[in-house]
């Protein structure tokens, strides 16, 4: 080093980009109140609704219990966690049986729970789902 002093300017251009670089990591916290989950899968069993809302063949997400749901051949169902394994957002929409992340792109199998798409490589948790009275219910002891 020259021993000379640091002039302002470089300095608060590294202020900024520490700030923005803290605003990318707050924005992937789970934490966060951006979106994200603060657990993965329900905690407790949670009635979804009527079973014939899922179409046979079809997906359908229950996002505000962070759950999705399949229906592979009648009265067969499958659920996982509609929770992005990469950073932890809850998964927006399903197309085709393809949910979507919406905060970095990630897109996951809704009949099996695979990623299909990055930044997230592993799969979505399985959640226990059952059928009572023609009412879904997701979640332990489902």
Do not use: W
Request: charged share 15%; net charge positive; aromatic share 2%.
């Amino acid at each position: 080093m020259s021993g000379q002093p640091t002039p302002r300017r470089t300095v608060l251009k590294g202020a900024a980009l520490a700030g923005a670089a803290g605003l990318g990591v707050a924005a992937c916290s789970t934490e966060s109140k951006l979106g994200h989950a603060q657990t993965p899968t329900p905690t407790a069993p949670v009635a979804l609704g009527d079973a014939s809302a899922v179409p046979v063949g079809g997906s359908r997400l229950y996002r505000e219990q962070r759950v999705v749901v399949s229906c592979p051949a009648e009265g067969q169902y499958k659920a996982f966690s509609a929770q992005c394994t990469h950073a932890g957002c809850v998964l927006d929409k399903v197309e085709a049986n393809e949910g979507n992340c919406p905060c970095h792109g990630s897109r996951f199998d809704t009949t099996t729970g695979q990623a299909l798409n990055g930044p997230a490589t592993a799969p979505l948790p399985a959640v226990p789902v059952k059928v009572e009275n023609g009412k879904l219910i997701a979640g332990p002891d489902a």
